[in-house]
């Protein structure tokens, strides 16, 4: 049996023509996702070195406790978000979001004090979710529903496909040229006002660190001030749908009707069911008993 490998090719770029299309039919959502894409090219760095810069402040057991107690920041995060949300702009929040982290990449390792690098950590991570939570925020409400997971699909991939490029182009460029240069005296000379003393690895680290939080605080800064960014906003505020009409069509009732849910609606109908059927079978016993019972048809008494 042949197999038709031309509908396959056809159909695989009617649905990447399909998915571009959708993306760049919603003004700003492209820029959005290379954004966030040029966000994880500058992630990667962290990835990449932020565990032997941590070697370099910890033994190996104590890393790992670090980095368990630090996590703990993606649970605040996501808790802070699903209490307070993320306000009526998120892709404003997704901004200074950034904004937030290129800081603290560009702080936490100025100084070689292991409690600022695992506070830096901590803090790092909290607004990890809320950065997430409010693309994911976006995308759902510009995307229409039946291409959304082909959009998310596209994202996904772009997005999750930086962070290693970087962290493989890093990782060399620091070992073979920003330590050795931060170990040198030139490098000591002009470092050590800004980054402060401390080994060579650290140092150098920590400039690279310094640079990659600089670079992202300045793309936020640019894509906050920029054309797609006012046009993505619009478009995220004209998609959002009515309150009432949003109200309405959650739950399918109209003001003032009092609803309940789909399980409970569920539950009542079978609880009715049931108080039928047992009524039904009490009345069929009651029937019964009567039919298969002795006649009360004038018997006569004793008396005296």
Do not use: H
């Not at 990449?48 to 790992?64: N, S």
């Not at 997005?159 to 460029?173: G, K, N, R």
């Not at 939080?213 to 793309?219: F, S």
């Amino acid at each position: 049996m042949s197999r038709p490998p031309a509908r396959t090719k056809v159909g695989a770029a009617w649905t990447w023509r399909g998915t571009l299309k959708v993306i760049l039919a919603q003004a700003g959502l492209l820029a959005l996702i290379l954004f966030a894409t040029f966000n994880n090219l500058i992630g990667g760095v962290y990835m990449a070195l932020m565990d032997p810069y941590g070697l370099e402040m910890f033994p190996v057991e104590a890393w790992g406790a670090v980095l368990g107690v630090t996590s703990i920041g993606f649970i605040v995060g996501g808790a802070v978000v699903a209490k307070v949300g993320l306000g009526s702009q998120p892709l404003r929040t997704l901004l200074l979001c950034a904004i937030a982290m290129g800081v603290l990449g560009s702080l936490f390792t100025i100084r070689e004090w292991w409690w600022v690098y695992a506070l830096g950590i901590f803090l790092y991570m909290c607004l990890i979710p809320v950065a997430e939570a409010a693309e994911q925020t976006i995308l759902q409400r510009v995307v229409p529903l039946e291409r959304q997971g082909r959009v998310f699909g596209f994202a996904m991939a772009v997005e999750t496909a930086a962070a290693p490029l970087t962290a493989f182009l890093i990782a060399p460029l620091a070992d073979r040229w920003i330590i050795p240069y931060a170990g040198s005296a030139e490098g000591r000379r002009v470092l050590e006002p800004l980054l402060g003393v401390g080994t060579p690895e650290s140092r150098g680290i920590a400039l690279v660190f310094v640079v990659a939080g600089i670079v992202m605080v300045l793309a936020a800064v640019v894509a906050m001030l920029s054309p797609p960014y006012r046009a993505l906003s619009r478009t995220y505020a004209v998609s959002a749908p009515a309150p009432d009409a949003a109200a309405e069509e959650a739950d399918g009732s109209s003001p003032g009707e009092i609803v309940t849910t789909a399980s409970g609606a569920a539950a009542t109908a079978a609880l009715g069911f049931l108080d039928d059927s047992l009524d039904d079978s009490l009345d069929d016993s009651l029937d019964d008993s009567l039919d298969d019972g002795p006649e009360l048809t004038g018997t006569p008494t004793r008396g005296g």
